[in-house]
């Protein structure tokens, strides 16, 4: 079934009203793709509709819980706040057909896909200032980024009243900072992280990608290279790590065409400082490039200390996903 399609505050409010409980919004900027589709079965699955797949797990969990089944509510919005100047505001794919049909074989109840007038009716004055760990990495890259996000974001939160909203792990800075702020001024959705979806390739899949041509795409390919080297190497420590994802991105910096790096770093997956040589427990290796015009991050979990384990599960199985 197509979901309900709100494209106003007042529109919002009356589909808001229908909505079974648990609501569950998927913030998105639309096109579409896998990657989103995996949240939106994370999003189901909370929503206690247990898992369409009839995976156990999903399953389980929704009977554990005992709950009605609810609903999920997705967003789609290109948000001007937080695309810098000389960004991909203009080009930014806008599919919205495509995503409403997407949304109806996920079981979306409700899609949000306000205007830019209908989100700002007039510039807003007051934002979010997303503190210390949201001026670091891509905060450091794009200032403005991330501001934008969570003032976007705690709007989202007032206007759909989720009781739990959905983000990926492929964004791992903006979740954890969307964190920070439910915890400092005391929202009231609980918060999901979705693991990173991948294409068969191994490219985190996003919906910058189709800008790449075959052979950018053919580049691009050695960001998840470099995290699967650097979290093999993890059981030497933070350094170890990072030598080894930047031996690879290196060498694609010479590729035609180059692999040109932002930042590469092993980080503490709540501030965003960089892990030092003695750091224990679960860290962050994050990645931002550009290849041809087109700008892309990516991110794997480790884990140093005692028990040290790469947990590169996504990027070594992602060909049996999809
Ligand atoms: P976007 O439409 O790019 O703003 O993304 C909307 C949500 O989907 C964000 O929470 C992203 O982190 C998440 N997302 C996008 N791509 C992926 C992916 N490949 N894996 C997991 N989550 C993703």
Same mark, same amino acid.
């Given at each position: 079934?197509?979901?309900?399609?709100?494209?106003?505050?007042?529109?919002?409010?009356?589909?808001?009203?229908?909505?079974?409980?648990?609501?569950?919004?998927?913030?998105?900027?639309?096109? /579409? *793709?896998?990657? *989103?589709?995996?949240?939106?079965?994370?999003?189901?699955?909370?929503?206690?509709?247990?898992?369409?797949?009839?995976?156990?797990?999903?399953?389980?969990?929704?009977?554990?819980?005992?709950?009605?089944?609810?609903?999920?509510?997705?967003?789609?919005?290109?948000?001007? /706040?937080?695309f810098g100047q000389g960004e991909d505001f203009d080009r930014y794919p806008r599919t919205i057909e495509r995503d409403l049909e997407i949304c109806a074989e996920e079981g979306v109840s409700v899609v949000f896909a306000p205007s830019r007038r209908e989100? %700002?009716?007039?510039?807003?004055?007051?934002?979010?200032?997303?503190?210390?760990?949201?001026?670091? /990495?891509?905060?450091?890259?794009?200032?403005?980024?991330?501001?934008?996000?969570?003032?976007?974001?705690?709007? =989202?939160?007032?206007?759909?009243?989720?009781?739990?909203?959905?983000?990926?792990?492929?964004?791992?800075?903006?979740?954890?900072?969307?964190?920070?702020?439910?915890?400092?001024? +005391?929202?009231?959705?609980?918060?999901?992280?979705?693991?990173? *979806?991948?294409?068969?390739?191994?490219?985190?899949?996003?919906?910058?990608?189709? %800008?790449?041509?075959?052979?950018?795409? @053919?580049? !691009?390919?050695?960001?998840?290279?470099?995290?699967?080297?650097? !979290?093999?190497?993890?059981?030497?420590?933070?350094?170890?790590? =990072? @030598?080894? !994802?930047?031996?690879?991105?290196?060498?694609?910096?010479?590729?035609?065409?180059?692999?040109?790096?932002? %930042?590469?770093?092993? @980080? +503490?997956?709540?501030?965003?400082?960089?892990?030092?040589?003695? %750091?224990?427990?679960?860290?962050?290796?994050?990645?931002?490039?550009?290849?041809?015009?087109?700008?892309?991050?990516?991110?794997?979990?480790?884990?140093?200390?005692?028990?040290?384990?790469?947990?590169?599960?996504?990027?070594?199985?992602?060909?049996? *996903?999809?």
């Amino acid at each position: 079934m197509r979901p309900m399609l709100a494209r106003t505050r007042v529109g919002l409010a009356a589909a808001r009203a229908t909505m079974a409980c648990p609501v569950v919004l998927v913030p998105t900027m639309g096109a /579409l *793709h896998n990657g *989103h589709r995996a949240l939106l079965r994370l999003a189901r699955e909370l929503a206690g509709q247990g898992d369409q797949r009839g995976d156990q797990r999903g399953d389980q969990r929704a009977d554990q819980r005992g709950d009605q089944a609810g609903s999920v509510l997705v967003s789609i919005f290109v948000n001007p /706040l937080q695309f810098g100047q000389g960004e991909d505001f203009d080009r930014y794919p806008r599919t919205i057909e495509r995503d409403l049909e997407i949304c109806a074989e996920e079981g979306v109840s409700v899609v949000f896909a306000p205007s830019r007038r209908e989100m %700002y009716p007039v510039e807003p004055q007051v934002t979010v200032d997303p503190g210390p760990a949201g001026r670091l /990495l891509e905060g450091e890259f794009r200032p403005g980024f991330f501001g934008g996000v969570l003032t976007v974001v705690l709007k =989202l939160f007032q206007l759909t009243r989720p009781d739990l909203a959905v983000f990926g792990e492929k964004d791992a800075q903006q979740l954890a900072l969307i964190r920070h702020m439910v915890a400092d001024l +005391d929202l009231g959705p609980r918060i999901a992280g979705a693991p990173i *979806h991948r294409d068969p390739d191994g490219l985190a899949t996003s919906s910058r990608n189709v %800008y790449l041509s075959e052979w950018e795409r @053919a580049s !691009a390919l050695a960001l998840p290279k470099a995290l699967a080297a650097g !979290a093999a190497a993890a059981g030497g420590g933070p350094k170890a790590a =990072l @030598a080894a !994802a930047a031996m690879l991105l290196d060498a694609a910096s010479a590729s035609d065409p180059p692999v040109e790096l932002d %930042y590469l770093t092993v @980080a +503490d997956p709540a501030s965003f400082v960089e892990a030092g040589p003695d %750091y224990t427990g679960r860290a962050l290796l994050l990645v931002a490039a550009r290849v041809g015009s087109t700008r892309l991050i990516d991110n794997t979990w480790l884990t140093f200390g005692p028990e040290t384990a790469a947990e590169a599960g996504s990027l070594e199985n992602h060909a049996a *996903h999809d």
